[in-house]
């Protein structure tokens, strides 16, 4: 099917589905509602935040457009900033979507307007980078980087190290794992922005989804059951399992796989990531 073809016929999906919230909530509720975004890292939570999500639409005017990132195309290609930008002020009262967005300007100003509500989901660094190597070398052949860890380095070890320190070589260009937080790391200190844990999504869900409510809250969306029952109405709607992308996500998986050599290449590189993200106290892991 056309690209352009398929693009307009999710559109109409996305207004039906508009038109069915409307009637059941009442077009004043929906139009009160604040559009949501779900944003994270690559590998960090994307897959998950968006189930999370599509929940709401068992509990309040919420609607999932059913639109890629807002980031990218339908082909997973990256968009300009324009029209990044456009397709985030593009988004309506209740509509749902996520991307993969750095905290600079001017991504700051239009992600903690008035009307909407950004939340962002950040993952302890080791598991991301396993997840990260994974996905290049197993589950995504097309990645940049999938010919260069299969054919190139021979271990997991190797990969892990590459993975952290950053690459530069043949043309593949890859930022360390401390400048790819970095360009996140922003969002944290925005009030406006709701800031999640990975593990918390998978670990203790229900006072992770209640934050998410109260932050919806007091970011226009007037509840109309019982936190409990939406608590539980949202957790059902978590299925990990579904995602394309989906390996473990199960946290602290990278001790079964980071050797005694990645854990000092990772101290030396960006110890102090995980100590201030939380995950450590000091560098004594």
Known sequence: MD?????RLKEVRW???RAAAALRWGVAELSRSPAVLGNAMPKSGSHLIIQVLRGLTRVGPFVN???????????????????????IYGMLPGDIRYGYIQAREPFISALTRPGMATVFVYRDPRDMIVSHVFYATEIYPGHA???????????????????????????LKMRSISGRYEAYLGWMDRPEVLCLRFEDLILHQEAAITRLLEYLERRGFSPKLHAEQAVALIRKAIQPVRSGTFRKGQPGNW????????KQVFKDAAGDLVIRLGYEKDFSW
């Open 3 to 7: 690209r352009s073809v398929k693009h």
């Open 15 to 17: 207004r039906l589905r």
């Open 65 to 87: 457009p059913g639109f890629p990132p807002v980031n990218r195309t339908e082909n997973n290609r990256n968009l300009s900033e324009d029209q990044i930008l456009a397709n």
């Open 145 to 171: 980087l999938h010919e260069y860890y299969t054919q190139k380095l021979t271990t997991m070890e190797e990969r892990i190290n590459a993975a952290i320190t950053g690459l530069d070589i043949d043309g």
């Open 255 to 262: 001790r079964e796989h980071f050797t005694e050599r990645n």
